[in-house]
């Protein structure tokens, strides 16, 4: 309780000084610039312009672990998990009237420390869909990727266990 009231008795004193006239200056704000005093105009940092967004690479590698999580509360413990399907697929796009479908491009499964690794995949959206090993308590998964602007994709993800 002494707490409470230190900290009232506190931000009221604060705020009595901040309101009186001894520590108010009525003049306008100084140009951060010049250190004239002028207006109070707001002052505008940083780029004029937008950054520029690296161009979409030719082709890419996309690498990265597949692992599962480890039973109980703390959902943060992993384990790799080996013998995980990755299939790569091109996802559907449409031009004009005519529907291009999803078309499966690469599939790999992971090594005995849940690493994968696909080469020289050309420029377009992915989806990723991971499949985990016959019999295992993980439920499968999927992210998306695409089109790249580097040349070296990782994308790790970590399976939750079935219900």
Known sequence: MKIRSLTVIVAAGMIAAACSADSLDP???????????GSDTAIVSGPQTPPQVPPVVASFNLSGVVSGREPG????????LPNAGVTLVKVGTVEGDTLKPSV????????????????????????IDYTAPAGSPFSDGSWGVGPARETEIRVNIALARKP
Request: proline letters at 12%; glycine letters at 4%.
């Open 104 to 127: 499966t491009v690469a599939s790999t499964t992971t090594d005995a420390n849940g690493a994968y690794r696909l080469e020289n995949l050309p420029p377009a959206y992915y989806r």
């Open 73 to 80: 509360a703390d959902t943060t413990r992993q384990s790799p």
């Open 27 to 37: 003049a306008p704000s100084p140009d951060l610039r010049t250190g004239n005093k």
